[in-house]
């Protein structure tokens, strides 16, 4: 089975720090995306990478940055995190960018900015 | 899709009875239909997904969901749930874009609660 890993289950950063959330995946899927997860919104797209060095925003990239050096990772940052940046975040990939194919999901990383 | 409505956020119900977790979704072009679970502390994983012919799949452990396109709902259904059961349901629909790619919406989520 494809596995995403996402290396902090749980983060704890300080307002105005530089953090980095890292996900990898085990498969050779060119597909991979940063999602956020809220009580009551459901998922929302950050962004996402068809390709090594190939990034395009989501719906919400404000605050975000990514980076894809090579293809099993992807990794999301956050240039000047705040509290409203306390959220649980996803990672997934998906074999082929067609609309019928699933994703896979990493377990998470609940981060919470103080 | 424009939007993906879950009609419940949370469904208690004891176990041993059916469940159904409802899912509406808007749209003007065709989509693909999934539902995902997620358990406690975990990420989400595919129950199943109806990409055309049938509109009643089968999903892993023992669900079931039927595809509506004329009332465009996606209902995901159970005929005994087990405690085991108790986790989030996230409905998503994904459709074509117009300048290609495909965009995938996923609704706010409905917490099943199994009681013994």
């Known amino acids: 089975d494809v596995k995403v890993t996402q290396s902090s289950r749980y983060l704890v950063k300080r307002t105005g720090e530089k953090v980095f959330l890292e996900c990898v995946q085990d498969?050779?899927?060119?597909?991979m995306f940063w999602y956020r997860q809220d009580p009551g919104l459901g998922l929302r797209l950050i962004y996402f990478?068809?390709?090594?060095?190939?990034?395009e925003k989501g719906d919400i990239p404000e605050g975000y940055s990514v980076s894809r050096e090579k293809k099993e990772r992807f990794s999301l940052i956050l240039e000047s995190a705040s509290t409203n940046q306390t959220s649980m975040y996803l990672c997934?990939?998906?074999?082929?960018?067609?609309?019928?194919?699933?994703?896979?999901f990493g377990s998470g990383t609940r981060l919470t900015v103080v | 899709a424009q939007s993906v409505t879950q009609l419940d956020s949370q469904v208690p119900v004891f176990e041993e009875a059916p469940v159904e977790l409802r899912c509406n979704y808007s749209?003007?072009?065709?989509?693909?239909l999934f539902w995902y679970v997620q358990y406690p502390n975990q990420g989400l994983q595919l129950l199943l997904k109806?990409?055309?012919?049938?509109?009643l799949v089968k999903g892993i452990n023992g669900f079931e969901a039927e595809f509506n396109k004329s009332q465009t709902s996606f209902h995901l259904r159970k005929p005994s749930v087990h405690i085991s059961d108790t986790a989030e349901y996230f409905c998503?629909?994904?459709?074509?874009?117009?300048?290609?790619?495909?965009?995938?919406?996923f609704g706010a989520g409905t917490r099943l609660f199994v009681k013994a």
């Open positions: 109806y990409l055309s012919g049938s509109t």
């Open positions: 990478s068809y390709d090594v060095k190939m990034k």
């Open positions: 997934a990939s998906k074999i082929i960018a067609e609309g019928g194919d699933g994703y896979t």
């Open positions: 998503a629909v994904s459709e074509a874009l117009g300048a290609g790619g495909f965009k995938t919406i």
């Open positions: 749209s003007s072009v065709s989509v693909y």
């Open positions: 498969m050779d899927h060119e597909n």
